[in-house]
């Protein structure tokens, strides 16, 4: 019997020691090893000597992470398990924070073109003065409303602050614009209008106490990863409805789908809060005491019939019933939308239209609820709050001569628009 026992020929032995190395190239770039300040195992090789804390700048959740650095060079990176926003969590877009230090086309240094049109290096000594001679000089030529900015909400509040304040108290500059423009002013304009401040009332723990998320032309799954981890942490098994017209990732992921036809958000608002007002299903306490001309909403609604939103939106009667009920005061509903919203033909009044559902429910000011819109870029909020859109600060009113007097006179500046 002990002959039958086969063994491996000498030829299958090599083959092992070819498919299961354990001193290969590929292996010593798996070695781990104890990263030391706090950052558990690193790959050996990426060892650092020190980290800096930075916030990820691809997407608007602001995600705290951790670069490794190694004498002075960046060599690595990890989410902060400490940071309240992803508790120790990144998406993909954030493992590759450090990807742009490595492009080719990255610019270190100030370019200037020649005389032949060429970009050439300078110095920043020389970029600078050559920008502020060549500022002046078109203003005192033309005056100092020929030129413009448009910011982004990809710097810092502090940087936004510093150049709205540069712009326009220094350089007498009046065009100026943010990101905000082409994004969220819809939003902006919104809770402006609702709140007197723009300012979306919401923490990210909301996501995880809600009993219901609304997400209205919106996909955190996809543009805000982990924002929607947030929302997978919720112990309440949530239903999470998701009004969109497109089968997104969300929408997959969500208990119910609206999938709307396109333009026709509007009229489902505006037909839930008739539906929700004919059933009862208000916070009449709430509404007394933090709400104003409720009963003209009551009549602006009235026409949005039942009818009225299933023919608009292509949703049963059903569906919509079972929506207003899941909207109703007792759970905690919180609503969030984004571009869907933002950048649509009705953006303003869309956005109002959802934060009245959540006033009329007294779904606000509440752990789990809110009327939430949920920016693009990373500080996109912060030029919304830093006044380089066309707002005037302090919840002040650009309409109001009284509000553009005051302004004007802290600042030194003619009230005239
Ligand atoms: S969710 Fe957004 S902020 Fe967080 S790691 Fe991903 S891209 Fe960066």
């Not at 090893?33 to 608007?60: I, K, M, N, Y």
């Not at 920008?131 to 002046?136: D, L």
């Not at 203003?139 to 409303?145: D, I, K, L, N, V």
């Not at 919840?395 to 009284?402: D, K, L, N, Q, T």
């Amino acid at each position: 019997m002990k002959d039958a026992i086969l063994q491996p020929s000498g030829q299958l032995q090599n083959m092992k020691g070819l498919l299961r190395r354990w001193n290969g190239p590929y292996t010593q770039l798996l070695r781990q090893t104890p990263g030391h300040l706090g950052l558990g195992q690193v790959p050996e090789r990426l060892r650092p000597d020190g980290t800096t804390g930075a916030v990820c700048g691809f997407c608007s959740t602001g995600c705290g992470l951790r670069i490794h650095h190694r004498n002075g060079v960046a060599v690595n990176v990890s989410p902060d398990t400490l940071y309240p926003v992803n508790k120790g969590m990144a998406c993909p877009k954030g493992w590759e924070a450090l990807t742009p230090l490595y492009s080719e086309d990255r610019a270190l240094a100030p370019r200037l073109r020649d005389s032949d049109g060429r970009l050439q290096t300078v110095s920043w000594n020389e970029a600078l003065e050559t920008m502020v001679s060549r500022f002046r000089s078109i203003q005192a030529t033309f005056g100092p409303e020929f030129i413009a900015f448009l910011s982004t909400g990809q710097m810092m509040t502090e940087e936004m602050a510093l150049l709205g304040a540069l712009a326009k108290f220094g350089m007498g500059i009046r065009h100026c614009d943010s990101n905000t423009r082409q994004c969220m002013a819809t939003a902006a304009t919104a809770c402006k209008e609702s709140f007197g401040f723009d300012a979306p009332p919401y923490t990210y723990s909301d996501l995880e106490e809600s009993d219901v998320l609304v997400f209205v032309g919106a996909n955190p799954c996809i543009a805000h990863p982990i924002l929607w981890q947030r929302v997978l942490g919720n112990p309440n098994r949530p239903e999470i409805l998701v009004v969109d017209p497109r089968k997104t990732e969300t929408a997959s992921a969500a208990t119910r789908h609206y999938a709307i036809q396109p333009k026709s958000d509007l009229v489902l608002f505006y037909g839930l809060a008739n539906l929700l007002i004919q059933e009862g299903w208000v916070d009449q306490e709430f509404i007394r005491e933090h709400t104003s001309f409720f009963e003209a909403f009551v009549d602006h609604v009235s026409e949005f019939s039942l009818a009225r939103i299933t023919d608009a939106t292509g949703l049963c009667e059903d569906e919509v019933r079972s929506m207003a009920s899941l909207l109703r005061p007792g759970k905690r509903v919180s609503y969030w939308w984004t571009m869907g919203v933002n950048q649509s033909h009705e953006g303003t009044r869309v956005a109002q239209a959802i934060i009245n559902l959540a006033l009329m429910t007294g779904q606000i000011g509440k752990p789990g609820t809110g009327a939430n819109s949920i920016t693009g870029q990373c500080n996109a909020m912060g030029s919304r709050l830093f006044s380089n859109i066309t707002n005037l600060l302090g919840g002040h009113e650009f309409e109001s001569p009284e509000h553009r007097r005051k302004v004007a006179d802290e600042l030194g500046l003619r009230p005239d628009p």
